[in-house]
């Protein structure tokens, strides 16, 4: 497999996906067969894709609106970045499932229907990138549902569309397609393993609490009180300032774990309701025990790096490329020394070229990973040569 990672500054478009198609013709020896695309929501995203594909050629293309973009060269925010994959050991898909909001799992049906390995046994090992519009919820079930659909036969890694934590329009594409109440896949069928990994940095910082109520987004009690008492009483004992008409300060330091016995999966609390409910990023289900967590910039730096190492530790071979994953929650907590986490992972990768974003919400489910929907979470996939 080769592999090209691209980027483009140009705020119009047309000329962005031209600028990366001719990117992508200049590293590539032949069209390429797939390409994976992060653009930022100021984009015209159909425009852009238009041009990407009449100029490079390619005819499968999935990607989403997204958070922060970055290359191991580049970072940033108002950026298209691009993963373009090439060759005759691997075999590439783009799918769509719609309707997501109303129906997870149809939609999880539709995505798997389009996939080729079934009936190709030619490839010994499968996998899908899937991306997800953030703001129609039920990732989770999603990818339990694909998981399902596939048999248990696919490794996935993604994560949720951004649109730089304004919450409010996140978008999907497949080919040439902008969607939106959707989930799309990129089928990845190769001869050699691609290479998963999945860390995070944060550590319990409270008591345990046990949910009470929930709904949706909406955690509404926790130990039999309104949720955001919890947090009330979390920053009292440690001396933080929580505001409930802009609780994001405090939130970004303060997030919940949700103790799944082997580790915390990660959940980012948003706002407060006139209630006292918290609206978080992603589902908690009721009878669910939780933590407040907290993390340093070190802890996150070393998160990249672990995932990294956990994607690589499979590999007989340096691979062609990675794509990066993590959250947008991340890139806020952190600000400027957000570049301090891409240079850890680069540290790991070395000399391997990645590309990726910042995502609402982290999708893995890899053998020996800690599996599902996750946020403030690195995920790191290795592409084999």
């Not at 951004?162 to 001869?191: H, Y």
């Not at 919890?230 to 920053?235: D, G, M, N, T």
Request: net charge negative; glycine share 10%.
């Amino acid at each position: 497999m080769k592999a090209a990672v691209v980027s483009t500054d140009l705020t119009e478009s047309g000329a962005a996906g031209r600028d990366l198609a001719r990117q992508i013709a200049e590293a590539l020896d032949a069209p390429a067969d797939a390409i994976v695309l992060f653009a930022a929501p100021t984009h015209d995203h159909a425009a852009l894709l238009k041009a990407l594909r009449e100029v490079s050629g390619c005819a499968v293309i999935v990607g989403a609106s997204s958070a922060g973009e970055f290359t191991n060269e580049v970072s940033g925010t108002g950026l298209v970045c691009a993963l373009a994959l090439q060759g005759k050991d691997a075999a590439f898909r783009a799918s769509a499932g719609r309707d997501l909001r109303r129906d997870p799992a149809s939609a999880a049906r539709q995505i798997a229907s389009g996939f080729a390995g079934p009936s190709n046994p030619a490839f010994e090992h499968r996998a899908a990138l899937v991306l997800t519009d953030a703001l129609a919820g039920y990732a989770d079930i999603l990818v339990d549902e694909l998981t399902l659909a596939t048999a248990g036969q696919y490794q996935f890694f993604g994560g949720g569309a951004g649109d730089n934590a304004l919450f409010e329009r996140t978008t999907v594409f497949c080919d040439q397609e902008v969607l939106t109440d959707a989930a799309v896949a990129l089928e990845i069928l190769s001869s050699k393993p691609l290479g998963i990994g999945v860390s995070h940095g944060w550590e319990p910082a409270s008591r345990a609490f046990r949910v009470t109520e929930a709904e949706g987004l909406r955690l509404i009690s926790l130990d039999g009180v309104p949720a955001v008492e919890a947090f009330e009483e979390h920053a009292d004992a440690t001396q933080q300032t929580l505001a409930r008409g802009e609780p994001i300060p405090f939130f970004l330091h303060n997030i919940l774990g949700v103790d799944t016995g082997v580790g915390y999966r990660l959940r980012v609390p948003l706002a407060i309701d006139p209630e006292g409910a918290v609206l978080c990023a992603a589902e908690i289900p009721a009878g669910a025990i939780v933590r407040i967590m907290r993390g340093t910039h070190a802890s996150a730096a070393d998160a990249a790096q672990r995932a990294a190492e956990g994607a690589l530790s499979g590999m007989s071979e340096p691979p062609a490329a990675a794509l990066f994953f993590d959250c947008v929650a991340t890139r806020l907590r952190l600000g400027d020394h957000f570049t301090i986490e891409l240079k850890s992972l680069q540290e790991r990768l070395g000399p391997i070229p990645f590309t990726g974003c910042n995502t609402h919400g982290q999708i893995a489910r890899a053998e020996g990973q800690f599996e599902g929907f996750h946020n403030c979470t690195a995920v790191v996939c290795a592409f084999p040569k």
